[in-house]
């Protein structure tokens, strides 16, 4: 089965083949549509987004189409950045300035109520239909930046049951723990049963 995958990041699409090495799904990028549309990411959840952007290429496309959207959620902020989080400095702002304008808003958060947790939700849209994927990490938020790998929030977030933060133990435990993973888990849970069914 041909999934399309609603990027033209080619990284995620060479880790979504890994991930998937194992069954017989090849994915494919939005670099091979003729017609590549800019989604405004203007929804007021996970879900909207991601049925959004997946929608948006299934109609060009007419194959399986997979979407994503993700987020930080800040217990003491009551939730937020959420589905702001690629907006919290200002649309196009660099990482680090997110971080930074993160860890600003949390100035005053005392350290037993830093919790933190991220989110992802997967929407793959199947013959028209949209099925929805999500996983959670919880974790809390540091003082300040560690780590060099990831991207995002990951130098400020330590998950449960760690004592580094995601960018700080590297993208081979991340991969293993983070909320896209625990999300890409049950979509492939979904897929095994589909794929032996037909
Ligand atoms: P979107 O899913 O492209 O809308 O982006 C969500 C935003 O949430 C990203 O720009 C990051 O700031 C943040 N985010 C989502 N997942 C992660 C992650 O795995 N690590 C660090 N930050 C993340």
Redesign the pocket.
Known sequence: MKILLATGNKGKIKEMNALFSDMDIEFIGTDTLKETPEVV?DGKTYHD?ALKKAMTFYKIALIPTLA?????EVDALHGAPGVY??RIAGEGAP?AE?VRKLLEMMKDVPDERRTAR?V?VLCLVLDGKPYFFEGQVRGHITRRPSGRS?????PV?VPEGYKRT?ASLGQKT?NRI???ARAIEKLKEFLKERLTRS
């Open positions: 990411e987004n994503e959207d993700s987020g930080l989080s690629a990482d997110k991220f992802s990831g991207f995002g929030f990951d977030f995601f991340k983070s909320h896209r």
